[in-house]
């Protein structure tokens, strides 16, 4: 599985952005995704998943509210939409993929466990 992420930049608090990841995968349709960050001089983050098919997502505390995740199966590629932006949110943003294990495809997405990485893109918001 490759991923790769882009649609990083700089925006001002208050912005708006939206993240891609591409995927190179076979079956992308069997995983859920997620997209974590990690800001200077800090640990890696959860930020949202999403299942496998598209109908459940699940989104950090923080972010709830102001960033949505979606998914194309046909494109395999998940995007997040980021409003709201706060300076807070800076950080490198990376998509994540792990197979989804249950048998119900809109099963609720986990936020641990991802298996691979993308490269990450760099999020930066100006106050």
């Known amino acids: 599985v490759q991923l790769q992420a882009y649609g990083g930049g700089l925006v001002q608090a208050g912005g708006s952005l939206r993240l891609s990841c591409a995927a190179s995968?076979?079956?992308?349709?069997?995983?859920?995704m997620g997209w974590f960050r990690q800001a200077p001089g800090k640990e890696r983050e959860f930020v949202s998943a999403i299942s496998r098919d598209g109908r459940s997502a699940l989104y950090a505390d923080s972010v709830k509210g102001r960033f949505t995740m979606s998914r194309d199966n046909a494109k395999n590629t998940v995007s997040l939409q980021m409003d709201t932006l706060k300076p807070e949110d800076t950080a490198v943003y990376y998509c994540?993929?792990?197979?989804?294990?249950?048998?119900?495809?809109?099963?609720?997405?986990?936020?641990?466990?991802?298996?691979?990485w993308g490269q990450g893109t760099l999020v930066t918001v100006s106050s």
């Open positions: 994540a993929a792990k197979i989804s294990l249950s048998p119900i495809p809109w099963s609720r997405p986990s936020d641990s466990g991802y298996s691979y």
């Open positions: 995968v076979r079956t992308f349709s069997a995983y859920d």
